[in-house]
């Protein structure tokens, strides 16, 4: 007797199935080795990056209007969530529903922040590797330096948010990115992943809210281009209006939507939906990681 492939058939996955799936795959997650990890999440940086890049291309000296472009702007910069999720990646964001594992009692607080630690260390190395090439490779040149002047005004934009806007703005932005992987994982071909995805990131870049892992390519991409005459021409900036592109804004902008994805994407999308179709079903009996972790093969 034959035994059917899990992703076989024609109809999606349930949203309890899609559940319990992330919930197993969180616990690999926080069990998987270190080289690995990093490795992956390398990965992921660079492929966000590379959908931002597609993004700003898109939308340089677009004469749409504010909505039509915001709107091809995000279509472009789901490229970054489709790499993650189909070429497999680990990224940040989207590892904050690895809490459904930690509140179902099969992994511990200390495994779940070692994954997100590795993960985003390893995604800021990716997104810096591709602002890196991108300038040097002076991609922000073309269009006669429209794509260095939208890169170099985006980039502004972000560290001039307070720290309170971009929290908030963290909290929609991931939230939209943890649906967009909680549909992708209730697909069974690659087609219904990537339209599953593409929905929900292009209406998180459409209404202007913050990725972490993204403001790791754009605002260091803008710190690198504020020494450049024709970007900062291109972008109708001067020097002193850009006084902010440094690293102690870079950190302030970080820190703020990074505390915001977390209580978007693991609060009102992992654990929302752990309450909804996980908690009724949880074993007394099930082991606590000990204190020391699992055993770290990486």
């Known amino acids: 007797m034959s035994v059917q492939h899990p992703m076989s058939g024609t109809e999606a996955f349930s949203p309890e199935q899609i559940a319990r799936q992330i919930e197993e795959r969180g616990v690999a997650k926080a069990h998987a080795g270190v080289v690995p990890t990093l490795a ?27 909505g039509p472009t915001r709107l091809l702007m995000g279509v472009g910069f789901s490229l970054g969530l489709i790499l993650v999720v189909i070429a497999g990646a680990e990224l940040f964001t989207g590892n904050n529903l690895i809490v459904m594992s930690l509140v179902s009692r099969h992994i511990g607080l200390r495994a779940l922040l070692r994954n997100w630690g590795l993960v985003y260390v390893g995604n800021l190395v990716g997104a810096l590797s591709v602002v890196v090439m991108v300038f040097y490779a002076r991609w922000w040149a073309q269009a006669d330096y429209e794509i260095g002047g939208a890169a170099l005004a985006a980039a502004d934009a972000k560290v001039d948010l307070s720290f309170h806007v971009a929290f908030v703005r963290g909290i929609l932005a991931n939230a939209l990115v943890c649906l967009a992987v909680w549909l ?16 929900p990131v292009t209406a998180f870049v459409a209404a202007g809210f913050e990725h972490s892992i993204a403001n790791m390519y754009f605002i260091p991409l803008g710190m690198f281009l504020s020494s450049e005459p024709e970007a900062m021409a291109a972008a109708g900036m001067t020097a002193d209006e850009l006084g902010r592109l440094n690293f102690p804004w870079l950190v302030h902008n970080l820190v703020a939507v990074s ?19 996980l908690k009724r079903r949880r074993p007394a009996n099930v082991p606590i990681d000990t204190p020391d972790g699992p ?4």
Do not use: P
Not at 40 to 57: C, D, N, P
């Open 295 to 298: 055993e770290d093969k990486g």
């Open 184 to 199: 992708a994982m209730g697909g069974r071909t690659v087609t219904d992943k990537v339209l599953g995805i593409v929905f």
């Open 40 to 66: 992956l999440a390398v990965l992921a940086g660079a492929f966000i990056a590379l959908g931002g890049v597609l993004a700003t291309t898109i939308g340089a000296g677009s004469e749409l209007g504010a």
């Open 259 to 277: 505390l915001g994805n977390i209580v978007g994407g693991a609060g009102m999308v992992g654990v929302v939906y752990w309450f909804i179709y």
